[in-house]
C-alpha cells in the first residue's frame, strides 16, 4: 500500500498539493492529466527525488518521507528513459543489482528472466546508441524491474514512441504487470493509455488528485466541470434539478427509475436520475445520443427536435453537432449513417437518451 497524506510543495511556476491518494498491493493505477500539472513532481516525491514542503509519503505503514532514495526499493522510468549511453544494455539491467552487490549467479538469473519477458534477449551486447525508441523502453523498464522493487513509477513512458510501438509496447505493459504484480504508477495525458492499463485512474487538477476510480466509471461520470472537460464530456449544460415524484421500482422498459427529477436549463428541460437537487451540471455523452430525421419511438425520456449546425469528420466516425433551442448537442454518427440518413447543415432531426444517460454533479 502506498500511501500520500497531505503533500504539499510550492514549485517555480505552480503549486504540488493538497494532495492525498492511497494506491493498493499490486495495482496498476495511473495518474492523469494535462502538461504541466506536476505529475512527474509528484513521481520524484514518491522516489525520494524531491523533497516536501508538508506531508507525509508511507509504503506499507512505514513513514518513508526523509528515507532517501536508495533506501525506498522504488523502480523509476522516465519519460527519457536516461539509460547510461558508456554501457551496453547487459550492463545498463544490471546496474541497480551492482550497486547493491547482488551475487553473480542472482544477478545473471535476473538479467535471463527479464529479457526473456521483454523480448530483448538478443540486444544484451548492442549499444544504447544502436536501439530503438521501443527498444530503449523495453531496456529501461528491465532495468527499473531487476531490482524487483515495490514499486514502479512510470513517467509518460509512451510518449515519445511512434503509434505502432506504442499500441505494442502499451500491451506488453498489462501482460508485464499481470506477470510479476508489481504495484505501479504511471502518469501520463493519454486517455488511451489509462483506459487499456489501470485498474483506477486518479484525475490531476491544478496539482491535487480531484477524483479516483475506475477508468470507465470516471469518465462516464465525472464529479467535475474540470474533469469532465478534461475527459472529453463535451455535452455538459449549466443549471438547476427540480425534484419530481419518485417512482421508485417502476419499470419503464428499458429504464428503472430510482428516483426522477427534472434539470432545467435556458429553454430546455431534461428527465434525469438523481438524489441532487439545486445548481448543478448535466452532461451526457456523445455515444450515448441517438439521432434521426424521422420521430423515434423509444422508452428513453429525453426528446428533442433539433436542426443540425454542423459536421465535421472526414472518416467513418462524424461528429454531428445539432441545436435545440439555442443550446448545441454533440452527437457521434457513423460515416455511412449520415450518408444514409442524407444529414446536412440545416436539416431538421429528432434526439432522444435515456434519463440515466445524464451524469449530474
Not at 503533500?7 to 517555480?12: P, W
Not at 500539472?37 to 509519503?57: N, P
Not at 550497486?99 to 549467479?105: D, I, L, Y
Not at 529501461?140 to 513517467?155: S, T, V
Request: hydrophobic content about 40%; charged content about 25%; aromatic content about 6%.
Amino acid at each position: 500500500m502506498i500511501t500520500l497524506r497531505g503533500i504539499n510543495q510550492r514549485l517555480k511556476t505552480f503549486s504540488l498539493g493538497p494532495l492525498d491518494l492511497e494506491i493498493r498491493p499490486g495495482e496498476y493505477f495511473v495518474v492523469l492529466g494535462p502538461t504541466g500539472m506536476g505529475k512527474t513532481s509528484l513521481l520524484e516525491i514518491i522516489a525520494g527525488l524531491r523533497s516536501l514542503d508538508s506531508g507525509e509519503v508511507w509504503f506499507n505503514g512505514t513513514n518513508v518521507t526523509h528515507l532517501p532514495p536508495e533506501q525506498r526499493d522504488v523502480g523509476f522510468v522516465y519519460q527519457g528513459y536516461l539509460l547510461f549511453p558508456h554501457l551496453n544494455v547487459r550492463r545498463n539491467i544490471e546496474f541497480g543489482l551492482r550497486q547493491r552487490k547482488v551475487p553473480s549467479a542472482e544477478r545473471d538469473q535476473r538479467v535471463r528472466d527479464l529479457v526473456r519477458i521483454l523480448g530483448i534477449e538478443h540486444l544484451l551486447d548492442r549499444s544504447i546508441g544502436l536501439l530503438s525508441g521501443g527498444e530503449q523502453q523495453r531496456v529501461a523498464l528491465a532495468r527499473a524491474l531487476a531490482i524487483q522493487p515495490k514499486l514502479l513509477l512510470l513517467d509518460e513512458p509512451l510518449s515519445a514512441l511512434d503509434p505502432k510501438t506504442r499500441s505494442v509496447l502499451q500491451a506488453e505493459l498489462r501482460q508485464i504487470h499481470q506477470k510479476l504484480g508489481t504495484t505501479t504508477l504511471h502518469v501520463t495525458h493519454n486517455f488511451e493509455e489509462a483506459i487499456s492499463l489501470a485498474d483506477r485512474v486518479g484525475i490531476m487538477h491544478q496539482g491535487s488528485i480531484v477524483q479516483v476510480g475506475e477508468p470507465t466509471e470516471v469518465f462516464r461520470n465525472p464529479n467535475s466541470k474540470a474533469v469532465a472537460d478534461f475527459v472529453g464530456m463535451e455535452n455538459v449544460f449549466k443549471g438547476v434539478v427540480e425534484p419530481t415524484a419518485a417512482h421508485e421500482g417502476d419499470d419503464h422498459g428499458d429504464e428503472t427509475f430510482e428516483r426522477t427529477a427534472i434539470f432545467r436549463m435556458d429553454g430546455l428541460e431534461m428527465v434525469i436520475i438523481t438524489d441532487h437537487v439545486g445548481e448543478a451540471h448535466a452532461c451526457v455523452r456523445p455515444e450515448d445520443i441517438l439521432i434521426s430525421t424521422e420521430e423515434i419511438h423509444s422508452s428513453a425520456q429525453n426528446s428533442f427536435k433539433g436542426r443540425v449546425v454542423r459536421i465535421a469528420g472526414r472518416r467513418m466516425l462524424c461528429r454531428v453537432i445539432v441545436e435545440v433551442n439555442g443550446l448545441p448537442f454533440l452527437v457521434l454518427v457513423t460515416r455511412p449513417s449520415v450518408e444514409k440518413m442524407g444529414l446536412k447543415p440545416g436539416h431538421e432531426v429528432n434526439l432522444t437518451f435515456k434519463a440515466a444517460a445524464v451524469h449530474i454533479f
